[in-house]
């Protein structure tokens, strides 16, 4: 609303404008403008009763823009920090409030707490950065508090691992954007990385592996070199975990069960349901062998947790709970003995009884448990929170049911996703959430009341690892998609006013340079978007800097600084290559875009689903499979929809009689992520669009062959309408990573020649 009535204001008066409009992420809840400004001195004097920490950090952030004294606050100083009344903090958000008013002598700061202090010198020191060069800061009075009490980012150092230093790097950025959460996934299937005195052998085996895959996942190809031992030390863990206390960043620790625990069963195999030996994993993906229910088991995890629970004084403790086959379990006598004796519902019903267990015994040391989704299987734990990451479904569950829950869904918070053409994009490990998506996110889903809304905690982005080499790729990967999360979690984020947003990014990259910060500049990246046109689709360009600096070229060439100037969408009428890229002054600003296309008698017809694609693989919805574009089988990217447990019907109107002899669509093999080819397909014609006639069918060996690119000879046809049914794999079958669940199908294009 406030920042409404700014850019209102800009109607009226440029003058104000400029001294108005500031870069602050993520934006305050209010700002007062008022006479006058504060002239940045040379020498900044310091209230003697400022709080120490926070301080020390404030005077280490600005080195370099002033010197720094200290006086009594009746000495003229420049900076001090009043109290509102401490005894009103009752809850996380009223202890991160705080107000800095900036007037022509001083500046002072109020918080209920230190945290709100923190927060307070995180905007001060941004207003600073920007006026500095000015040397002077409008007069105002700044009102802030954020929206959602959880602002988190979590990180994997299990699929790769990050040093001490590299892991501080990280917790400093989620410091910087008022981030107060770092959710820290310290052990999976690829390696256990947390030091346990009781259990040496978790990092002793655990956290080294023979090798690693490279490349895309399909390519299956490994890199032949040992990886670790890599893990953190009790010791190292202490520190970081002060470190993040004196930013205010609550470090939540997740030890993964009953799944992803092949680091742990390596070291410890009798806590399997079958003898092993195993070994840390090489690949990524879902693997069946998981913790057995067993008492020794629960015996080894309340260890564990005890010494986790030591070192970190967070008041939810995550156990992970996804993804967690249950082929072992279906086979081991003592589970089916355990399921029978407790009369549980199957195997999701041992899944409840194992969270629960864990519950109860981490209710016991005063901590609560939070875990992914899954750990709703077969009944929530009584005081559990949902960290909800397969869409929003999990989050309105528990909300509904009087839980909390950390909204993460993939398709707005995954950062492990593409988030510009990929490419032009280093490896991902596939989908589409570029700067707006994550922008546009709300984290009260719609289905939810206002009570029900109460127990929507917060928001996360999660980063996981298996396609992101170094601490450079984080950086990248994480900005400037972070700056996106931290206005979505402080409550000020106006999906409708993105470009504005977007200029504060664009100025904010200057601070990244400052820092040597590795970002994405994906944003400068023309991107293109097939819209449908009269003769089939057209390929309409953008840019989110100046329209006039797009030039393309339609010949297969990199376009130059005198390549044809864009001006309105691109008929596509033939197969063809559009490479495009974004130019100021005669210079290549961005990377080269490139799109090729390849058009049929179906591209840019009317297309209807009978099931629609899973949230997180929906990009442009039906239209995806007509636009000409067909999908790389290496980059699960914005090409390809996706549909877990559902067959693809598809019928595509062609407006009128079109004559082909084939039918040709791809679908995607990646069993670790449990995408399955399809199962079968049929293709039938009509001419009425409702009674339809067989014509072809296809059988799962010959998908397997065909290595998922089907082309089916159809004969001569002449028809109005097209239907294609594309079997879905269905239950996962055993042996497979992800047994028992529901298979994903991806197809990118329906196209027929
Ligand atoms: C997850 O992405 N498996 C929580
Ligand atoms: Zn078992």
């Known amino acids: 609303m406030q920042r409404f009535l700014l850019m209102f204001s800009v109607l009226f008066s440029s003058l104000f404008f400029t001294q108005t409009r500031l870069n602050l992420i993520p934006y305050p809840q209010k700002i007062e403008f008022q006479k006058g400004t504060f002239i940045i001195p040379e020498n900044f004097k310091l209230d003697e009763n400022l709080p120490v920490k926070e301080t020390a950090y404030f005077k280490k952030r600005t080195a370099g823009m002033f010197t720094f004294s200290s006086g009594k606050k009746d000495e003229g100083v420049h900076l001090v920090n009043a109290l509102f009344t401490p005894q009103s903090v009752i809850d996380q958000q009223k202890k991160e409030k705080y107000s800095v008013d900036i007037s022509t002598k001083s500046i002072i700061i109020s918080s209920n707490t230190d945290h709100g202090y923190f927060l307070a010198l995180q905007t001060l020191i941004q207003l600073l950065e920007q006026y500095k060069d000015s040397g002077k800061i409008p007069a105002m009075k700044i009102e802030d508090e954020p929206k959602f009490a959880w602002r988190g980012m979590h990180l994997d150092v299990c699929r790769h691992f990050f040093t001490v230093a590299e892991v501080k790097q990280y917790i400093d950025y989620l410091a910087m954007y008022k981030l107060n959460t770092f959710h820290w996934h310290l052990t999976d299937d690829q390696g256990w990385r947390i030091e346990i005195k009781k259990y040496p052998k978790l990092t002793q085996i655990g956290s080294k592996r023979k090798e690693s895959m490279i490349g895309a996942y399909v390519d299956n190809t490994f890199d032949g070199k040992p990886y670790g031992p890599y893990f953190y030390t009790q010791d190292q863990i202490k520190k970081v975990v002060k470190y993040a206390q004196e930013r205010h960043i609550t470090v939540v620790p997740e030890i993964e069960m009953p799944g992803h625990a092949l680091a742990a069963l390596s070291a410890y195999p009798e806590l399997a349901c079958t003898k092993g030996p195993f070994e840390p994993a090489t690949k990524w993906g879902v693997f069946d062998d998981v913790f057995c229910p067993k008492e020794e088991t629960f015996t080894f995890l309340e260890n564990v947790l005890d010494e986790v629970i030591q070192l970190f004084p967070s008041k939810y403790i995550h156990i992970g709970g996804d993804e967690c086959p249950k082929t072992r379990w279906k086979e081991c006598p003592y589970c089916q003995e355990l399921i029978k004796k407790n009369n549980l519902k199957g195997e999701h019903g041992l899944q409840s009884y194992f969270i629960h267990r864990i519950e109860k015994y981490v209710n016991s040391k005063g901590r609560k448990i939070i875990g992914w989704d899954e750990i709703l299987e077969g009944g929530l734990a009584p005081n559990a929170a949902v960290m909800s990451w397969t869409g929003i479904k999990g989050g309105v569950e528990a909300a509904k049911t009087g839980h909390f829950a950390v909204m993460t869904p993939g398709a707005y918070c995954y950062f492990d996703h593409y988030q510009g053409d990929p490419a032009t994009e280093p490896n991902a490990f596939g989908g589409f959430t570029p700067l707006d998506k994550v922008y546009s996110y709300n984290p009260i889903p719609k289905e939810l009341n206002a009570e029900q809304s109460k127990y929507i905690l917060g928001v996360q982005a999660n980063l996981w690892t298996e396609y992101i080499l170094d601490f450079k790729q984080v950086q990248y990967m994480i900005f400037p998609r972070l700056f996106a999360l931290s206005e979505v979690g402080w409550g000020t984020s106006d999906p409708n ?128 499979l007509v636009d000409g574009i067909v999908g790389n089988q290496k980059q699960l990217g914005k090409t390809w929809l996706g549909f877990q447990g559902k067959d693809v019907v598809a019928t595509i109107d062609f407006g009128q009689k079109a004559q082909f002899s084939e039918v040709y669509f791809n679908t995607l093999d990646n069993k670790g992520s449990w995408i399955h080819f399809a199962k079968s397909a049929q293709v039938f014609v009509s001419d009425n669009g409702t009674d339809f006639k067989l014509i072809k069918e296809i059988a799962k060996d010959e998908i397997l062959s065909s290595k998922g690119k089907i082309r089916l000879n159809v004969g001569g046809q002449n028809a109005k309408y097209l239907k294609v049914r594309i079997e879905n794999a269905g239950i996962i079958p055993a042996g497979n990573p992800g047994a028992d669940s529901k298979a994903w199908l991806f197809i990118d294009e329906i196209g027929v020649n």
């Open 497 to 624: 006013n993105y470009k504005e947003f977007e200029e504060r990014v664009i100025h904010e990259f200057k601070h990244l340079d400052k820092l040597g910060v590795n970002y994405a500049k994906s944003i400068y990246n023309v991107s293109g978007k097939v819209i449908p046109s009269e003769n089939g689709v057209a390929y309409e360009l953008s840019t989110s800097q100046d329209q006039n600096g797009i030039r393309y070229t339609l010949n297969g060439k990199d376009p130059e600084a005198n390549a044809s100037i864009y001006k309105n969408p691109i008929p596509v009428s033939k197969s063809m290559t559009i490479k495009s890229a974004y130019f100021e002054n005669g210079q290549l600003k961005s990377a080269i875009s490139s799109q090729t296309f390849t058009i049929s008698k179906t591209t840019g017809k009317k297309i209807t689903l009978l099931e629609q694609p899973s949230e997180n693989y929906s990009f442009g919805g039906a239209f995806t």
